[in-house]
């Protein structure tokens, strides 16, 4: 039951990707280009988005157990720190660079083509070099989470 809703869940987050232009790069680029061409139409899907999320953290916070009855988890850090700084300009580098997150490649993936299959065996790398990373020992002493 829970592959079958993941994938219905993942399809419709697929589907709102096509819908909203955010599997667009050059939408995306434009989004960002704020000294250019700038197109601001994808403020209005990540306000919704935030918007939505805001409302299902709220409604998530208040139940021990999920829709398919798995324990709850949500995320409890609430601190700052340096992993998550270049781990958030890491990210939006890439998006900037690329006009593409991890979704909107994974979607645009389907519809064939060079760039999502780059940008994807990039992401794919950026991720083994994390797990790398982590498996190292720690010089600074910084606390994991």
């Excluded at 660079?97 to 950026?126: H, N, Q, R, W």
């Amino acid at each position: 039951m829970q592959i079958f809703m993941a994938l219905i869940v993942g399809l419709v987050f697929g589907i709102g990707l096509l819908i909203s232009g955010m599997a667009d790069p050059a939408k995306v680029l434009n989004f960002l280009d704020l000294a250019g061409n700038w197109d601001p139409s994808l403020a209005l899907v990540m306000g919704g988005a935030i918007l939505v999320g805001v409302l299902a953290f709220r409604v998530a916070a208040g139940r021990n157990k999920s829709l398919l009855g798995e324990p709850m988890r949500l995320p409890t850090a609430t601190n700052i720190d340096r992993r998550l700084v270049v781990g958030g300009l890491s990210f939006g580098v890439g998006w900037g660079l690329a006009g593409y997150c991890p979704g909107p490649a994974l979607v645009s993936l389907v519809g064939g083509g060079e760039k999502p299959l780059i940008f994807t065996a990039a992401l794919l790398a950026g991720m083994a070099i994390f797990e790398l990373l982590e498996r190292l020992p720690r010089a600074t002493g910084e606390q994991r989470a």
